[in-house]
């Protein structure tokens, strides 16, 4: 996988922290139901009941991913980075020291995101003090603005109503101004069109009264 900003793309729909993502297998990605299996996070307390959350995917993550699952066994992890060693120099020939790749292994550490994701971060022409949480925060909110319920947010980010609730009550509010503003009673006067139309029927109706009144007379 090369690193880009496009390899964050794998990511940004999985809404899952860098452990999640390192424990997703082949089998995990399920193509023909355009969704990926996300294990829960080791986060809390006690065995959870639930070991993996449902995402779907957009067709160009799936079209990204499913180049990554040809000829693999099930149990094999998904996402895979180089493992490199160093070659020492050799000061004969004059050769540096340098780096080689050796074989892909999955992601383990955190640390292991600092120089891609930075590299990332210049190829999208972004804040470079932006950090991986963001892809998650935004996430959430996204959820939000769209009018998904925060009971159904917090599921699919593997975290409680009370944490959407806590941090990002503001953006519940703002994003359930329209469906408010459907129940909202509306007392304002009807426009002047609409009065004059009115004026209009009713001055039609007194004049067709008068004139039937005239006939009988």
């Excluded at 023909?32 to 067709?59: C, E, W, Y």
């Excluded at 950090?131 to 998650?136: A, D, K, Q, S, T």
């Excluded at 699919?156 to 359930?176: G, P």
Aim: charged residues 25%.
């Amino acid at each position: 996988m090369p690193i880009s900003a496009r390899s964050y793309s794998y990511w940004l729909p999985l809404d899952a922290d860098l452990d999640q993502a390192a424990r997703l297998t082949v089998a995990d990605l399920q193509i023909s139901n355009r969704r990926i299996m996300v294990p829960t996070s080791k986060k809390g307390r006690g065995t959870k009941a639930q070991t993996h959350i449902t995402i779907p995917l957009p067709d160009y993550v799936l079209a990204r991913l499913r180049s990554l699952i040809a000829g693999r066994r099930g149990q094999e992890r998904l996402l895979l980075r180089w493992h490199h060693k160093q070659v020492e120099g050799d000061k004969a020939t004059g050769r540096l020291p340098e780096w080689e790749r050796t074989e892909r292994r999955p992601w383990s550490v955190a640390s292991e995101m600092t120089r891609p994701w930075r590299a990332a971060l210049t190829q999208a022409e972004l804040a470079i003090d932006l950090v991986p949480y963001c892809l998650r925060h935004s996430s959430i909110i996204r959820g939000l603005q769209v009018n998904l319920p925060a009971r159904l947010v917090a599921a699919v980010h593997d975290t409680s109503t009370a944490m959407i609730d806590k941090h990002y009550s503001a953006f519940i509010t703002d994003a359930s101004q329209p469906i408010l503003r459907l129940a909202s009673l509306t007392f304002a006067p009807p426009a002047t069109a609409e009065l004059h139309s009115l004026a209009a029927e009713r001055t039609k109706k007194r004049g067709t009264a008068n004139a039937a009144g005239q006939q009988t007379n």
